[in-house]
């Protein structure tokens, strides 16, 4: 059974830059593409992208691209989120899946990530 | 892109109703069309994939239907548990899009 473990909330300032780690376990870390997803507070699911994690070449939908960077470290079956110059309405949760096409199956348990002065 | 419109927005029902979720795309999708079910504070579950194909550790009382434009979810005697937001999620392209979410609330 595939388990993505995030790393835990973040408090951030205007303009600067977090990292959130999805580490998977319970499978092949290389058997299933990673995607990030986005949910504002009250709001619904927006899917940033994702990054094949046999050839770690990432592909990004439209709004997220710039300052927004996926990354994997396969030594440790890890999957990044990497978000410069932050700003107020990067506040969310970030959640990563792994896709068994065409449906995501397993999800991370999110992270919220808090952009204030 | 391929937008994928979901209806109502929330919904009011009772234990034991059963209740229908529509979710209409911008374009063919075939039968690329999933359901996920969200509580507060949690990830999105899984409950249905490629329009129909109920998920092995999800009750018999959901089903789903549609293919081309138009889908349903139904859940035929609502249970105190079910209470939660469904999303329908489109695969058949990226970018994938999401439906805006049903709150099913008492």
């Known amino acids: 059974q595939a388990q993505l473990l995030q790393s835990g909330s973040e408090l951030k300032k205007p303009g600067a830059s977090v990292r959130v780690s999805c580490k998977a376990s319970?499978?092949?870390?290389?058997?299933?593409?990673i995607h990030w997803l986005r949910q504002a507070p009250g709001q619904g699911l927006d899917w940033m992208g994702w990054i094949n994690t046999n050839v770690g070449n990432p592909s990004y939908a439209q709004a997220f691209r710039g300052r927004f960077v996926f990354s994997l470290d396969k030594s440790v079956s890890t999957a990044y989120l990497q978000i410069s110059s932050l700003r107020s309405e990067d506040t969310a949760v970030y959640f990563c899946?792994?896709?068994?096409?065409?449906?995501?199956?397993?999800w991370g348990q999110g992270t919220l990530v808090t952009v204030s002065s | 892109d391929f937008q994928v419109t979901q209806s109502p927005p929330s919904l009011s029902a009772s234990v034991g109703d059963s209740v229908t979720i529509t979710c209409r795309s911008s374009?063919?999708?075939?039968?690329?069309l999933n359901w996920y079910q969200q509580k507060p504070g949690k990830a999105p579950k899984l409950l249905i994939s490629s329009a129909s194909n109920l998920q092995s550790s999800v009750p018999a009382r959901f089903s789903g239907g549609g293919s081309g434009t138009d889908f349903t979810l139904t859940i035929d005697g609502l249970q105190p548990e079910d209470f939660a937001t469904y999303y329908c999620?489109?695969?058949?392209?990226?970018?994938?899009?999401f439906g805006q979410g049903t709150r099913v609330e008492v």
């Open positions: 899946a792994t896709e068994v096409p065409y449906y995501f199956d397993s």
């Open positions: 319970g499978y092949r870390f290389t058997d299933y593409g």
């Open positions: 374009q063919s999708i075939s039968t690329y």
């Open positions: 999620q489109q695969s058949y392209g990226t970018p994938y899009t």
